[in-house]
């Protein structure tokens, strides 16, 4: 044991120790435990000593008791000390004590049975645990189910809530709660009402699943897993069962006290009635399968009443009359197979007799053949290889057989119920998610235990594996996000357990072997196991019993008698009976036996692969084992949940008497180990168990820490220095991110030094209280004793002196005295007086020094002042100069702008001559071409020549040969022809010569040709040479031109800056600075377009010059040569060097050009002279070209220059200071411009000064003119207050002559009635004559005006006005619109005049009845209504819409009352009032709507403050500490640090709720809603205030203490004190506190004694009995110094309240609505005086 653990064994600790009658008890250490004792010395309760021995080397010492403070908290997590002997106290003190069933312990909700109906399960109840968070609340199966809808709201994850417990502890009541809290919170809205029928589908499946055992009157026979569907909106869509292992055995046979299923029952209850007349049934007595308990009546329960329940839910569901027939067929068919009787007829025969009348109606009910029947069920058919033999059966087998058969038909009658219920429960829509409620048999162990419990515990094993791992995932998630250091805990792991159960070769597995064998019997199968299994240490088998063998399940070892197991796996049924069954004539029962394919448990989308694969069978004799289909559907309901987000709540039951609160330690305890609540225990304590954050820890142990520590502002590192010096051993605590985590103990161990500290305190205390009132009696004591003795002591001394010599010395002393006195006091008189006068001396010297320095402080101020003015002169100055430099600035770039125009308009021009130039280029292109076309026809021409010479010459030497060949021949003829020979050679040689001189002559033409051509080409290159020295000196002088160009520039420039010297004047006026900045980018921009079309054109004329140079050459030179001609950088077009390059360029192809003509010097000469020519006048373009793109850059570079200079000087401005001075320098050049430019600015000047003066009068005239109006608006004010004292006095003459008056006003009444006639004869002939209608009218009024004069006696007052608003039919839609629907409450004329609308409205109304048009005061009447009912359902949620139009339909009301002419309203209006009555029409009806409306409008403007108030009562009024330092907090537990609970973004205060009050006092002040209605509205916040605050005390047990009712009784003070600042204490609102101040006051008050209960049944009127016991209940104590409240004082208090009468309800409805009224309030606002404001856009309204 840890040594730190040891030093809590003290004297006066407690402990519990073992206990056989009560499993533990406590004891009280009576000395000091050290270590090496081997006996801990204890006291027990009931006064006796014990002696605890302890190993003095290893001690075990029994556990701690937890302090007193930590009994009874919510979550068992929160104990100090984690055990078993805690966690059961602990449950005890809340269930026996407290009266609560529910405690959490970490993520278990652990509900003990309480056998009682409690009042805790109501609507409000559900509603007030909505939107909570779960450590928030009490515990209850409503936070629970609340947290699981939650999460799966917010994580869009599934859940799972896992019911568990043993049999009558409550699991279906728990399951049926929570699936209501899902119907009552996700209200699905449709007409469908799904969550009504999921509701009934309770009532059927308790009915047909639910029976009477020895342990619960309505035990749940079977496993139900329910999945509920939400909708994307987490709304009910529908809903999902699923059942396991339902206990058919009970139909055939019941333990005694036990009974069949309740639907049995019901039925034999209602036999008498009709609809169950056919079924010929008995009293349940009569019949064997509902009589064998030997009990068939449940105590409290009326069987009657539940059928009619069952079959109302049947009709919900969607199953009507057909279907419920045929359920009842059935069922009454199994009781009377029940009844029929199977006789023994022999060795091994059996038979039934023929006559036998429950056979007849078990065969006419089901249709089937009851000789079929009859021998089937005594008889077996076996088929052997060579035939099939019919075997008789003993009379035992057959009754086997009858039983299997109903227990057969009763378990397809289940399924098909479920399967309809599914039906009915299925809603068309899309599942988003679902949450499924698991009620599930919880661990069973009894005296005899079979199949059936060997599969409950046997489920049970694979709940607490996944509750292990679950467990143990959620803690360590908590400490890794925590940044604890996460150690590996050793838990419970049952997986061997598993293993032995469904493993192969497990008890399973040879069960299902067995079965397979025909003649496998339980004993066979048993043996099986002790052979196969008798290693394993979890199976062993019994000492006395060769039919059993055990198990060591989780929870206890649990011993299985083996027999029949067999028989219930195998659930078989003879063939021949399912054939009879298959051919009924019953299609009800028919379906149920229709051959299909095996299919274990299906779900929606969900295919479980099972764990081993199943056993095929062979034939239909072999079917799926029991089992087997249970493991299936096991593994599938494992796979879902394991799927889903689990919540697990855990029943208990607290006896097995069924006794309301009463607690049986031992049956707790053994459900603890059972269900895994002490697993869980056991799993925290073994690490840090508990966990407080640094502010609890901070205001719990406070008083631990020192001034110097409690002083630091980080309370986190506060508590940390804290814990690090009262505890010293590092191990015992771990500090996380938000939270402390303490071993077990340690927590206890603070408790103890914080419990030392203010016993010191409270010691010290003592000790001065006590010293200071023995103190104070003992000087009370003196001080009489020394008066006493100065009486006695004169009394004896004046005895002793009293003669006639001690008198006269007396008044000789006396007169001495009075003279000394004298003396004395002219002498202090005289020193008094000379101080008083050096005092003032020196005071008026130092006030004349003190004038003096502050004269001299003001004198140095001023001088400070000057400097400071000087320089802020100064800043201005230089800020103002900055400004003129801008404004320069500006200038320029106007100017430059200007400037850049004009030469964009010059490139504009230039780039007409390029294109001009382009097209004559394209003409001498189009020359060329032709000349280039000549040249190629003179080619053709000289190849055709030299062809022709060719020929010629190949004749020629033809005609050589032929004459050689003559030659040849004529010397052949020699001799004979020598004459003709030699002359024809003559001829030849003749002939040739010829030739040959020709051909000389033309090769001498073609020579000197050659050299005329030579001559012309020097003669054009010498000519080229000229003309390029030509264009080199015009580029040196358009350089020069370009400078003097860029001279004239800057010259201008300088005569801009002159110019902007002079606008200094004018900067004040200018606003223009800035756009410098737009401007200079506009210029940067325009720079940069500038650039792209310079590089553009340079592109441009680089493209035409190697246009030129390839039409120069394309034909001559090869396509390199040409390319080395040409620019390859088109940036470098734009430099002149550049451009002399390119010329020399063409002037290196002029000469390749010229050697070309010199190759071809034949035939060329007039080509030549035509090349020469259009090469001329390239050249003068090329020049023209080189000297535009050379303005183009040098303007291009001035641009430049410009801008980086201007750009420069906007961002350096002390560089301006410069260029200023050199521009002032040149000033003097462009003095006569600088004049002329002066003279305009100061023409401008002079036009602004001017305009200004005009505004300057006009202004000066208007404020005349205005003060005018306003003297003339006090003059009229004058004279209306003259003339409201004259109307009062005439008031008051009139009274006096009221009865003189009294004829007069009857011949005023006939004259009106007779007007009025008139009035309506001429309104009958204006009806024709619209133009004239207001004349006419005018003419009337004046007539009623001038009757009424002459009738009355007393002097007329003169009036304007009638209070009436005359308006159009056809305006009536604007009207409407304009104040009613358009209209904005925040306008400042609605502020103004409250109820201005209503008042505008009732003055429409008047006029529409002064005419006497019924349809127009109708229409306009329901016009309003419609609008109101549009703005304010468009508006619901608008709170200050709402409060306006309340007051102005309120308003609207009282004016519809107030001049309606009844007496009863009459009373307080006055004389003028009376006259603008209604005439014609009576309104009372629609008075009583706009009543509606109003009440409408009400209750729709409370529910918008409730829903704004309602978030901030709890944490304001409950939680927030107004008093701070008197509270401490107390560890949470588990709850509070579950993954719900979010920290608020918004922290509420009292003072949250106060201010959130007077807002919406001050909305319903300022649009004049009257005091009654205020009143009626804050009364029923102050009752939501209080009725919340009470619900969530009567909810929340951590609420309930002594310093709690302090701070609630304080905060109530501050809501009546707010009371009394509005003056609303007349409202009653604080009767509507009562309840709460009362359930403060008892917090506080004293209960103990008998006076204390009946002072609490005296003064706790506003509280029922309920509440008041459960406020009694709740009571925790904060310290150790508080106690709790006993439960003899709860019982006593609830004695004296027994006769109260009342309601009875737990909780207060905070929807309840006081009934609100609309009082009578005249108004005093007269209707002729008021005016529409111009802002309503009424114009059309037209005052009478």
């Not at 006090?1274 to 009274?1295: A, F």
């Amino acid at each position: 044991m840890n040594m730190a653990l040891l030093e809590l064994y003290t004297e006066y600790n407690r402990v519990w120790i073992p206990d056989a009658e009560h499993v533990w008890k406590s004891a009280e250490i009576k000395r000091d435990f050290r270590f090496g004792d081997s006996v801990l010395e204890l006291l027990l309760e009931d006064g006796t000593e014990h002696h605890y021995p302890v190993d003095p080397s290893k001690p075990q010492l029994p556990p701690l008791r937890n302090p007193d403070i930590l009994v009874g908290e919510n979550d068992l997590t929160a104990l100090s000390y984690l055990h078993e002997p805690a966690v059961l106290h602990n449950l005890k003190v809340r269930f026996v004590e407290s009266r609560i069933i529910y405690t959490y312990c970490g993520i278990i909700l652990v509900a003990v049975n309480p056998y009682k109906q409690l009042p805790i399960y109501g609507d409000a109840i559900i509603h007030a645990y909505s939107g909570q968070n779960m450590g928030d609340m009490d515990p209850h199966i409503f936070a629970v189910a609340e947290e699981a809808y939650k999460q799966m709201a917010r994580n869009h994850n599934n859940q799972s809530i896992i019911v568990s417990g043993e049999s009558g502890a409550g699991k279906t009541v728990s399951a049926r709660y929570a699936m209501r809290y899902f119907a009552v919170v996700s209200k699905s809205g449709s007409k469908t009402r799904v969550e009504d029928k999921v509701l009934a589908s309770n009532p059927i499946t308790e009915a047909i699943g639910n029976a009477k055992t020895n342990r619960n009157d309505n035990s749940s026979r079977f496993g139900k897993y329910t999945e509920i569907s939400f909708d994307r909106r987490y709304r009910i869509i529908g809903a999902n069962m699923r059942t396991y292992l339902l206990e058919k055995s009970r139909v055939v046979f019941q333990a005694d006290n036990e009974r069949n299923y309740h639907i049995f029952y019901q039925m034999c209850s209602c036999a008498h009635l009709p609809d169950f007349k056919n079924l010929r049934l008995l009293s349940a007595d009569n019949f064997r399968y509902t009589c064998m308990g030997g009990d068939i009546t449940i105590e409290g329960v009326d069987d009657k009443k539940d059928m009619e329940e069952t079959q109302r839910t049947f009709s919900l569901l969607g199953l009507k009359g057909d279907f419920q027939s045929d359920v009842f067929k059935v069922l009454a068919a199994i009781l009377h197979l029940g009844n029929v009787e199977i006789r023994n007829s022999g060795e091994d025969k059996s038979s039934v007799p023929p006559s036998d009348p429950h056979l007849a109606v078990f065969c006419e009910l089901l249709g089937v053949s009851a000789e079929g029947l009859v021998r089937w069920l005594c008889h077996r058919r076996i088929v052997l290889v060579a035939e099939t033999v019919v075997k008789p059966v003993p009379r035992e087998r057959a009754v086997n057989a009858r039983d299997a058969l109903a227990k057969q038909v009763y378990a397809h009658l289940f399924d098909c119920i479920i399967n309809r219920i599914n039906t009915a429960l299925q809603v068309p829509g899309k599942q988003h998610a679902f949450i499924g409620v698991l009620d599930i048999y919880g661990f069973e162990t009894f005296d005899i235990n079979s199949f059936e419990q060997f599969c409950i515990n046997y489920a049970n094993e694979k709940l607490q594996q996944q509750f292990n791992l679950h467990v143990f995932k959620l803690e360590q998630e908590e400490y890794m996000k925590e940044d604890i250091p996460w150690t590996l805990i050793d838990f419970y792991d049952n997986q061997p357990v598993i293993d032995l159960i469904e493993a192969k070769l497990g008890i399973l597995d040879l069960l299902d072997e067995e079965c397979l064998f025909p003649q496998g019997t339980d004993q066979s199968w048993l043996q099986k196991l002790y052979n196969y299994l008798d290693a394993n240490p979890l199976f062993e088998k019994p000492r006395l019993s060769n039919e059993a063998f055990v198990i060591q399940h989780f929870a206890d070892k649990v011993e299985y008698q083996c027999r029949g197991f067999l028989e219930k796996n195998r659930d078989a049924l003879y063939e021949e009976l399912l054939d009879i069954m298959r051919v009924s004539k019953f299609p009800f029962l028919a379906k149920f036996f229709q051959e299909e394919d095996e299919s274990t448990v299906t779900s929606k989308g969900i295919k479980v692969r099972p764990a081993r694969p199943g056993v095929k069978p062979a034939n239909k004799q072999l079917r799926t084992s029991v089992g087997d289909k249970f493991h299936s559907s096991l593994s599938l309901l494992m796979e879902t949940l394991n799927a889903t987000t689990p919540h697990y709540v855990r029943c208990i039951k607290p006896n097995d008497d069924k006794i309301p609160f009463e607690y049986d330690s031992r049956r707790v305890v053994q459900q603890l180990r059972a269900c895994g609540v002490l697993e869980t225990i056991r799993i925290s304590a073994q690490s840090y168990p508990s966990r407080w954050t640094y502010i609890e820890f901070y205001s719990r142990y406070s008083i631990l820490m020192s001034h110097l520590e409690a002083d630091l502002s980080d309370k986190k590192q506060t508590c940390k220095n804290v814990l690090q010096r009262l505890i010293q051993d590092p191990n015992q605590y771990k500090f996380g991110r938000t939270k402390i985590f303490f071993r077990a103990g340690q927590v206890a161990y603070l408790e103890k030094l914080r419990l030392d500290r203010l016993r010191g305190a409270c010691v010290t205390i003592q000790k001065h209280v006590r010293g200071w009132s023995q103190r104070r009696k003992y000087l009370r004591m003196r001080e009489a004793a020394v008066v006493l003795q100065q009486y006695i002591r004169g009394k004896r001394t004046i005895r002793k002196t009293v003669s006639a010599a001690t008198l006269k010395q007396g008044w000789a002393a006396v007169v001495i005295q009075r003279h000394w006195r004298g003396y004395r006091i002219k002498q202090i008189y005289q020193l008094v007086r000379l101080a008083s006068v050096t005092i003032q001396a020196f005071t008026r010297g130092w006030m004349a020094r003190k004038r003096y320095k502050k004269m001299m402080e003001e004198h140095k101020a001023l001088v400070l002042q000057k400097y400071a003015r000087a320089w802020l002169a100064r800043r201005r100055f230089q800020t103002m100069r900055r400004l003129v430099l801008n404004v320069q600035l500006s200038y320029r770039v106007q100017q430059l702008r200007k400037k850049i125009e004009e030469q964009s308009k010059e490139n504009r021009g230039l780039v007409e001559r390029l294109t001009s130039l382009a097209n004559t280029h394209s003409q001498t292109v189009d020359r060329l071409q032709g000349a280039e076309a000549q040249l190629g026809k003179s080619t053709s021409q000289k190849a055709f020549l030299e062809a022709r010479e060719k020929k010629v010459k190949e004749e020629a030497a033809l005609r050589i040969a032929q004459l050689q060949k003559e030659i040849d021949a004529l010397t052949l003829e020699k001799q004979n022809l020598e004459k003709k020979f030699e002359a024809s050679i003559k001829e030849a040689k003749e002939s040739f010569d010829q030739i040959k001189r020709n051909l000389l002559d033309e090769k001498e033409n073609e020579a000197r040709l050659r050299k005329i051509a030579e001559n012309n080409t020097d003669i054009q290159r010498q000519d080229h040479e000229k003309e390029v020295d030509a264009l080199k000196e015009e580029i040196k002088r358009l350089k020069e031109e370009s400078l003097s160009i860029h001279r004239k520039i800057e010259e201008g420039g300088q005569v801009n800056s002159d110019l902007q010297e002079q606008v200094i004047q004018l900067t004040k006026h200018v606003k223009v600075i800035p756009e410098l900045r737009r401007d200079l980018n506009q210029l940067q921009n325009q720079r940069n377009n500038m650039d792209r079309k310079m590089k553009q054109q340079s592109e441009q004329a680089r493209a035409k010059m190697n246009e030129i140079t390839r039409q120069l050459l394309g034909g001559v030179v090869e396509e390199e040569v040409l390319t080395g001609l040409t620019l390859d950088d088109s940036d470098k077009i734009s430099e002149v060097e550049d451009l002399l390059a390119a010329f020399e360029g063409l002037q290196k192809a002029t000469r390749i050009l010229e050697n070309h003509q010199r190759e071809q010097k034949e035939s060329y000469e007039t080509q030549l002279e035509g090349l020469q020519l259009k090469v001329d006048h390239l050249q003068n373009e090329n020049s023209k070209l080189q000297n535009l793109f050379q303005e183009k850059s040098n303007v291009n570079e001035n641009i430049r220059h410009e801008v980086s200079r201007l750009s420069s000087e906007n961002s350096v401005i002390p560089e301006l200071k410069l260029q200023v001075s050199e521009l002032q320098r040149q000033k003097q050049e462009l003095e006569v411009h600088v004049e002329e430019q002066n003279r305009e600015l100061a023409e401008k000047t002079e036009e602004i000064t001017n305009t200004l003066q005009k505004k300057i009068k006009e202004e000066s005239s208007l404020r005349r003119h205005f003060e005018e109006k306003a003297e003339e608006l006090e003059e009229v004010k004058g004279e209306l207050q003259g003339q409201v004292e004259e109307l009062i006095e005439e008031h008051d003459h009139l009274k006096r002559q009221l009865l003189m008056e009294s004829e007069a006003k009857s011949k005023l009444r006939q004259e009106t009635s007779r007007l009025a006639a008139e009035n309506m004869d001429f309104e009958e002939q204006l009806d024709q004559k619209d133009r004239l209608i207001k004349k006419f009218q005018n003419q009337i009024k004046s007539l009623e005006t001038s009757q009424k004069a002459k009738q009355t006696s007393a002097p007329a007052i003169p009036k304007d006005y009638l209070g009436m608003l005359e308006y159009k039919r056809e305006d009536e839609p604007r009207l409407i619109e304009n104040i009613i629907l358009d209209l904005k409450p925040k306008g400042v004329v609605v502020n103004m005049i409250p109820g201005l609308p209503a008042y505008i409205l009732f003055m429409c109304v008047r006029h529409a009845d002064y005419l006497n048009d019924e349809a127009k005061l109708k229409s306009l009447m329901n016009a309003i209504i419609s609008a109101v009912k549009k703005v304010i359902t468009s508006h619901h949620k608008d709170f200050e819409l709402l409060s306006f139009w309340l007051s102005n339909v309120y308003q609207l009301l009282n004016c519809l009352k107030q001049y309606s002419g009844e007496e009863e309203f009459m009373k307080q209006t006055t004389p003028r009032q009376k006259k603008n009555c209604l005439q014609n029409f009576d309104l009372s009806e629609h008075r009583q709507i706009l009543s509606d409306l109003a009440i409408h409008i009400y209750h729709q403007f409370i529910t918008i403050m409730e829903k704004t108030l309602t978030p901030a009562i709890v944490p304001g009024v409950l939680e927030h500490e107004s008093l701070q330092g008197i509270s401490s907090m107390k560890p949470t537990g588990f709850r509070k640090r579950s993954n719900s609970a979010y920290e608020d973004s918004e922290t509420y205060t009292i003072s949250s709720v106060i201010q959130q009050l007077s807002v919406f006092h001050s909305t319903m002040t300022q649009h004049g809603m009257e005091q009654g209605l205020i009143r009626q509205a804050v009364k029923q916040l102050f009752f939501l205030v209080g009725a919340t605050t009470l619900n969530n005390i009567m909810l929340r047990k951590d609420m309930c203490s002594c310093r709690k009712g302090m701070q609630i009784r304080c905060n109530i003070s501050y809501l009546e004190e707010w009371l009394k600042e509005k003056e609303l204490q007349s409202s009653n609102a604080m009767d509507t506190l009562r309840p709460l101040s009362q359930a403060a006051w008892l917090l506080q008050v004293s209960k103990s004694t008998d006076d204390d209960a009946k002072e609490i049944a005296e003064k706790c009127t506003e509280l029922n009995p309920v509440q008041i016991v459960k406020i009694l209940n709740s009571y925790t104590p904060i310290d150790d110094f508080e106690k709790r409240v006993k439960s003899s004082f709860v019982r006593q208090v609830q004695s004296l309240l027994q006769d109260r009468e009342g309601f009875t309800h737990l909780m207060l409805d905070t929807d309840y609505r006081f009934q609100v009224t609309f009082p009578f309030c005249p108004s005093s606002q007269a209707l002729e005086l008021l005016q529409v404001p111009s802002s309503l856009h009424l114009g059309f309204l037209t005052r009478i």
